[in-house]
DNA sequence: AAATTGTTGGAGGA
DNA sequence: TCCTCCAACAATTT
């Protein structure tokens, strides 16, 4: 007779008690105890990025799902463990007496390392492990071996598997019932601290990074939550909080507006709206699982099915929203560590952008530390990150994104193109790292897919499409509402010169409280605040790049080419590879304040194309002539 | 081989 | 508001 299961359910990601697969076949076990447990990554702390946002909505994910198992068993509640999965597990096991572990797979190229190592012990010492798909919409291993093993790079692609596949499982209800947990002893337990080296994330603490440090179960010793001042970090900005009791209330309001769902249009949707902002926002919820993906898609459906009106289709319905997920993961899981990178990456045209990443020569991954190849570049990607271009658009959107942590789609749009293919020429990279640290929803799957997409390099290669920083936003919002609430050095600008303000005559500028003046070091000149000139002339920049990556497209170079590996691409480009040089190597920016003196210059894109486009395609000859013979 | 399609560009014109 | 053109990529369909 076996003994009844003594079970560990380890909420990893996944911090949700309804539709939960895992967490299902962890009570199917009909267990004596069960633990559930989270562990403290070090990975997380220390390698990966992350913003005080994301850990406040972390927390509060935490939290919520705690005081959601309690509500179900009053003996029982999520016990959070201060060690790496991979060492404070066996000791568990035995400790305990564990006889299974059970969680929900994950298809991040680390976690499936960690995650095996973690199996591979478990089975060592007799402990059985039940894993289950929960994340996606499809278990994203079985949609690229529907995709003929490879992974999904278009939507059409996707739901071509998924057809084959059938329909998105049914969302299982909340469990009814939860086991109590067994002893907590950790007496033949010691902790194992981690190596905090490299720490991303020091730029967020106001005092010591503390999770280690008051032992396994915490400071209190009772595996509670920690708070962001046991993490050492400073108080989150952002009004949006996390949780599952939230997300569901979001998706209430969201399903109850039948017209919002049936037609929703994610192309039509206002980058520009906030309070409220223009689509649900539910992304962060999904990263977290505090709201399950299949529970969104069948709540979606069951609108559709009673709407009588002409309802929107994938791609740009809210199924195509979540079909769009699983295309990423798909092309996570398949790619693996290569897909967070140019690097070894088949899939990721190599272009030499500015600000390349360094790539450890025995693992061929990217360190997180890059090559300053032009100080001017490295100026232009800190002012990007600290919305201080000089462009209201963008810079409103980074300030967004740093203070709440979430921005609209299509403003990421924006700033990515304007870091990358479509203005300062910045590798995508350096962006996506930006953002990991920043947004509260990033998923490692859709954020550097969507970087990808946005720079051209994969998903997506319509580069001369290129977003303006100023008709853009034009279209959405007239009068700059969007720019005033978050760039308010120009709350009371003319809306005439909302998204070009340098073009603003002085008295305007006066007038209005603001001059537009300098690199936004200085705030204030007097009583007037002081907002940057553009980093440099949008028109001739995007020319740049267009024309850069017209090249590195002719090159055909991809992160897995011998040459992008070895360094001996160099050899294919000319030393000044984004495109014409014609003099401006010290720098469109250098000639600007010049021209922007009187405030007059016209920089309105496509003005003065023809003869330089001329010029640019000879030079564009002559930058590539080699990589052609 | 040619035509079509691809979630989300911009300008100019009717 | 809708249409065409711009100058032009790549995967898929015909």
């Keep these: 007779m076996s003994k009844a299961p003594r079970v560990i359910y380890w909420f990893r990601t996944d911090l949700r008690l309804h539709d939960s697969p895992a967490l299902a076949a962890a009570l199917d076990l009909k267990p004596e105890c069960l633990y559930p447990i989270w562990t403290w990554d070090p990975h997380y702390v220390y390698r990966a990025r992350v913003g005080v946002n994301r850990w406040q909505f972390l927390i509060d994910c935490q939290n919520d799902l705690s005081q959601g198992i309690t509500r179900i068993n009053k003996n029982s509640k999520l016990l959070v463990l201060r060690e790496a999965p991979q060492t404070l597990l066996p000791k568990l096991f035995k400790e305990w007496r564990i006889t299974h572990l059970v969680f929900e797979k994950d298809t991040d190229a680390y976690a499936r390392e960690r995650d095996d190592k973690i199996c591979e012990i478990a089975n060592e010492m007799g402990v059985r492990v039940i894993t289950k798909s929960g994340r996606t919409l499809y278990d994203s291993d079985l949609l690229v071996k529907t995709n003929h093993g490879k992974p999904t790079m278009t939507i059409a692609q996707v739901q071509a598997a998924a057809a084959k596949l059938g329909k998105v499982a049914e969302p299982l209800p909340p469990p009814t019932h939860l086991p109590d947990f067994g002893d907590l002893s950790l007496e033949g337990v010691e902790q194992e601290k981690p190596q905090p080296e490299p720490d991303f994330n020091r730029t967020h603490r106001t005092g010591d990074e503390g999770s280690y440090e008051g032992g396994i179960a915490g400071p209190k010793g009772d595996f509670s939550v920690p708070t962001l001042e046991e993490l050492g970090l400073q108080e989150a900005t952002t009004p949006h909080r996390g949780g599952e009791s939230l997300a569901l209330q979001i998706l209430e309001g969201v399903i109850s507006n039948e017209t919002f769902t049936a037609t929703f249009s994610k192309p039509s949707t206002a980058p520009t709206a906030f309070e409220p902002q223009s689509t649900c926002l539910t992304s962060p919820h999904l990263h977290f699982g505090s709201l399950s993906c299949r529970l969104f898609w069948h709540k979606v459906q069951e609108v559709l099915d009673k709407y009588k009106g002409k309802a929107s289709e994938p791609p740009t319905s809210l199924h195509g929203q979540l079909l769009f997920r699983d295309m990423y993961f798909g092309a996570q899981a398949a790619i693996g560590y290569p897909f967070a990178q140019t690097a070894m990456n088949d899939h990721c045209r190599f272009v030499p952008w500015h600000l ?195 090249g590195a497209y002719s090159v055909g170079l991809h992160g897995d080419s011998p040459k992008v590996l070895d360094g001996t691409w160099k050899e294919m480009f000319d030393d000044d590879a984004e495109g014409p040089t014609e003099g401006h190597k010290g720098g469109p920016a250098g000639s600007l304040d010049e021209e922007h003196a009187h405030n007059t210059e016209d920089l309105n894109p496509h003005k003065s194309t023809p003869s330089k486009k001329r010029g640019a395609q000879t030079t564009l000859e002559n930058t590539f002539k080699k990589a052609r013979t």
């Excluded at 032009?374 to 800190?382: A, L, R």
């Excluded at 005033?484 to 005439?496: A, G, I, N, Q, S």
Aim: proline share 6%; hydrophobic share 35%; charged share 30%.
């Design 356 to 550: 390349p990443s360094k790539v450890d020569e025995k693992t061929g991954l990217i360190t997180g530390e890059y090559e300053v190849d032009d100080p001017q570049k490295e100026e232009w990607f800190n002012r990007w990150r600290d919305g201080k271009t000089g462009f209201p658009w963008i810079d409103a959107l980074m300030r967004q994104l740093a203070l709440e942590g979430w921005i609209h789609h299509l403003g990421r749009h924006a700033v990515a193109c304007f870091l990358t293919r479509g203005g300062c020429y910045i590798h995508w990279e350096r962006g996506a790292e930006v953002f990991e640290e920043l947004l509260i929803d990033h998923e490692t799957a859709c954020n550097v897919g969507n970087w990808q997409w946005l720079s051209c390099v994969a998903f997506y290669s319509q580069y001369y499409r290129c977003y303006s920083p100023i008709a853009f936003p034009q279209k959405w919002d007239k009068e700059g509402a969007f720019v005033r609430r978050y760039v308010p050095e120009l709350k009371d600008m003319p809306t005439k010169y909302i998204y070009e303000p340098w073009k603003a005559p002085i008295q305007d500028q006066k007038k209005a409280g603001v001059l537009i003046k300098g690199d936004g070091e200085q705030e204030k000149e007097g009583d007037l605040s002081l907002y940057p000139k553009p980093i440099f002339d949008f028109p001739k920049q995007r020319e740049i790049c267009i024309n850069g990556l017209k």
